[in-house]
């Protein structure tokens, strides 16, 4: 069936280095994206979205970048901080809206 | 500008009952969905509704029950609770009718269901 998954469940990085968090989509329709990041006891919490039609948004130190040729998605953390130790998660629209997985993001001090 | 609330927070039933789940939306979000999330399956899509009517359903039994009000406030209902249903149920606002460009899901903390 038509899924959105995570090619790496865990990523531990150090305090300072940049994140790239990487999803894979298969409905080629999907014009949506989101990434949500869900904090320990916590629900997700919209981090950054972008339409079919972009390739590339910014917002404050993440980057998300969609390849549609190769249906990849992915999230770049900037100066990456232990607040931002948490799971990520990606999800596209194209009809229902659809959760991969999820990635385990641990920072280091 | 009050986010997604859901209650209770957390709820332990046993086998057989029935629970009754609560979420107020973001005030002025139309839209309401229900996941349930569990270590081995992630979030999974309950159902949506828009307006007080149901709009889109998930895979799930007809044990999953939900309703949206005037108000917008959403309940879920899961009858003959089985042991499988233990999860963290989330609930997501939006101001339209699916999750789009500017108006993306906001979700709320979740209610933490045992059923033992």
């Known amino acids: 069936g038509e899924s959105v998954g995570l090619h790496l469940p865990t990523l531990s990085v150090q305090e300072g280095d940049n994140s790239i968090i990487n999803c894979a989509y298969s409905?080629?329709?999907?014009?949506?994206f989101i990434w949500y990041k869900q904090e320990s006891g916590k629900g997700p919490q919209f981090i950054i979205d972008?339409?079919?039609?972009?390739d590339k948004r910014q917002g404050q130190r993440v980057t998300v970048l969609l390849n549609k040729t190769v249906k990849h998605l992915s999230l770049q953390i900037a100066a990456t901080q232990p607040g931002d130790s948490a799971v990520y998660f990606c999800a596209e629209q194209g009809g229902k809206l659809i959760f991969g997985q999820g990635t385990e993001l641990s920072v280091k001090p | 500008k009050a986010g997604v609330t859901q209650t209770p927070r957390y709820l332990i039933k046993t086998r057989g009952q029935q629970v009754t789940l609560s979420c107020s939306p973001i005030?002025?979000?139309?839209?309401v969905s229900w996941y349930q999330q569990t270590p081995g399956q992630g979030l999974q899509f309950l159902f949506e509704?828009?307006?007080?009517?149901?709009?889109n359903k998930g895979n799930f039994p007809g044990r999953f029950s939900g309703r949206q009000f005037s108000n917008s406030r959403s309940e879920m209902n899961v009858s003959t609770l089985e042991l499988g249903d233990s999860a963290l149920y989330l609930c997501?606002?939006?101001?339209?009718?699916?999750?789009?460009?500017?108006?993306?899901?906001?979700f709320g903390n979740g209610t933490r269901l045992t059923v033992t």
């Open positions: 409905n080629s329709a999907s014009d949506y």
């Open positions: 972008i339409r079919s039609n972009m």
């Open positions: 005030s002025g979000h139309r839209s």
């Open positions: 997501a606002s939006s101001r339209q009718e699916r999750s789009s460009y500017n108006s993306p899901l906001h």
């Open positions: 509704y828009f307006s007080e009517t149901q709009r």
